[in-house]
């Protein structure tokens, strides 16, 4: 503070009064861009729980109508079929193995309509919880691609919020199709440890790994962008650790509030 007495009239007095404006000048811009760029977060992190929001209600739709329109039609031409080939005389052997043919291609395709219904939404994520959900799912992968799974859920006595599990799902999807995609890897480990005042995914894997500038590179990018995104929508941290030849590592640590944990 400036003596009352004083007079400022020397070159340095300005000087030193001048550079000081410039500075607290500084000071109150950089403090506007600070608060700027929170709110800008807050704004995003809000947008981007709102595009996952709308995509699982799309999702939830789709997958129905998938189960419910086309499944029944399927099966009501599949019933269809059988009437007709049951109307048909002794000398039609030919025209009964083509409606044979038909119902086994309906069949097929009546599986391949259900399988991507539950990859959109599966039931028994919502009428049952995660647990059932990730075993059903995770057991079928493991069928089909031959990869070892170990998975496991700790302190999951009650369900939580059906957001909660429906992240912790994609989650889980997004890790695995990783590892399959880009890893070539022949062990696959999934833990989810709920414990206040956190839950704790883990994921890890055997393969190849990848040099961790690699992240932001569309090959692995896209999804462990999502993954981290998903995260930071119910206010998780997400850490990565990769190396060449030394496999990968996710883990995710999800803020578990007293409302969620009961």
Not at 171 to 192: G, M, V
């Amino acid at each position: 503070m400036v003596p009352p007495k004083r007079d400022l009239t020397t070159g340095q007095d300005y000087h030193l009064l001048g550079s000081l404006g410039n500075f607290l000048g500084g000071a109150i811009e950089n403090t506007r861009l600070l608060q700027a760029v929170r709110e800008n977060r807050e704004d995003l992190k809000r947008l981007t729980a709102k595009l996952f929001h709308s995509q699982e209600e799309e999702r939830r739709r789709i997958a129905r109508e998938l189960h419910d329109e086309a499944g029944q039609a399927l099966t009501g031409i599949n019933f269809t079929l059988e009437t007709i080939a049951k109307g048909l005389s002794t000398e039609s052997d030919n025209v009964k193995e083509l409606i044979a043919d038909a119902k086994k291609q309906i069949n097929r395709t009546y599986q391949e309509v259900r399988r991507m219904s539950y990859s959109l939404h599966p039931a028994l994520l919502t009428d049952l919880g995660l647990e059932p959900a990730l075993e059903s799912y995770l057991s079928s992968v493991s069928k089909h691609s031959g990869l070892d799974i170990d998975f496991k859920m700790v302190g999951f006595e009650d369900r939580v919020d059906p957001a909660i599990e429906t992240v912790l799902y994609r989650l889980s999807q997004e890790a695995l199709t990783n590892a399959l995609k880009h890893s070539r890897a022949k062990h696959f480990r999934l833990s989810i440890i709920k414990g206040y005042p956190q839950i704790i995914f883990l994921a890890e894997d055997d393969g190849i790994g990848f040099v961790s500038g690699e992240f932001d590179q569309p090959k692995h990018g896209l999804g462990l962008l999502s993954m981290k995104e998903r995260a930071a929508m119910l206010g998780g941290n997400f850490s990565l650790r990769a190396s060449p030849g030394q496999g990968t590592r996710i883990r995710i640590e999800i803020p578990l509030t007293e409302e969620t944990s009961d």
